[in-house]
């Protein structure tokens, strides 16, 4: 199992990240707005994440709000030189938590620049672009703004997040595509409703990825990957003495090499069990049963 996945973004400077990151948005309060029940806690887990090999951390400005930013700059500034805060722009929260549109060109540079602020860098290594459905600003205007501010060096790498087939080959017509972030995982693998919206599913676009070297980041990897009744997943955790979360993460792992899997967690324990997975090695038999 490839250990190492490379995030090129065309002739941009390649970013090379171990193959386990962790995902910020569950260090949040309930709804994933406001500061952690277990603030220090929060602060352990993700010195744990970086001391035991992790140097991909994905978090957004709209986490908190901007509470999984300040949490990394408090627990990790100043930053190892191989570590890589990839940070997602294109949606902002109400006084009330709802989630709504902050995409337009101008809102797009506002969230940049309170990214780079907040985590107290002078460039995004890596920033997706985020689309949420229903709104009425033109994908293409979004992210012509993002290349621009590449161009000006306020972003190293391009991303997308959410995104459609259609979407995703648009961006690519348009610039250099470094990763796309959709949901995946085993027991959800194609666009559904959530009560986060709808969220457009990894399977639908893994080819388009897997043809042109871009790396697939699935976000509720977890979340709506555990259904209550899957025997196939409980039959192949007994096998090796793991946790379903666990073959869950390492099912991703062994799926394509083009996958970066950032499974998150409030709970330090949980967090050394993600962990942990990438070590399970599971046979040509084993995927095929899974599949």
Not at 66 to 72: A, E, K, P, S
Not at 127 to 141: I, T
């Amino acid at each position: 199992m490839q250990q190492t996945i490379t995030i090129a973004g065309g002739a941009q400077q390649p970013l090379i990240v171990n193959r386990l990151g962790y995902g910020t948005m569950r260090l949040t309060g309930e709804g994933i707005y406001g500061e952690p029940p277990r603030r220090e806690e929060a602060l352990q887990i993700l010195k744990h994440v970086v001391s035991n090999g992790v140097n991909f951390l994905d978090t957004a400005d709209y986490y908190g709000d901007d509470v999984t930013n300040r949490l990394i700059k408090e627990a990790l500034y100043p930053y190892t030189k191989d570590l890589v805060i990839c940070t997602k722009v294109g949606a902002t929260r109400k006084p009330d938590a709802s989630w709504i549109p902050f995409n337009k060109p101008e809102q797009l540079r506002i969230a940049i620049d309170r990214n780079l602020s907040t985590l107290q860098i002078e460039q995004v290594q890596l920033v997706h672009f985020r689309v949420l459905p229903g709104s009425d600003v033109p994908f293409k205007e979004s992210m012509q703004a993002m290349f621009e501010m590449q161009q000006e060096g306020k972003i190293l790498h391009v991303g997308v997040s959410n995104v459609t087939r259609e979407e995703l080959e648009t961006a690519m017509q348009m610039g250099n595509v470094a990763t796309v972030e959709n949901m995946y995982g085993h027991g959800q693998r194609t666009t559904i409703q959530t009560p986060y919206g709808e969220n457009r599913g990894g399977e639908e676009v893994l080819d388009i990825c897997e043809a042109n070297n871009i790396p697939l980041i699935p976000y509720f990897s977890l979340i709506n990957s555990l259904p209550k009744q899957d025997d196939r997943i409980a039959t192949i955790a007994e096998k090796y003495k793991a946790s379903a979360a666990q073959i869950n993460i390492t099912w991703l792992l062994h799926r394509s090499p083009w996958i970066l899997p950032i499974p998150g967690t409030s709970s330090l324990d949980h967090c050394k069990e993600n962990l942990a997975a990438a070590s399970i090695q599971l046979s040509a038999g084993d995927m095929e049963f899974l599949n």
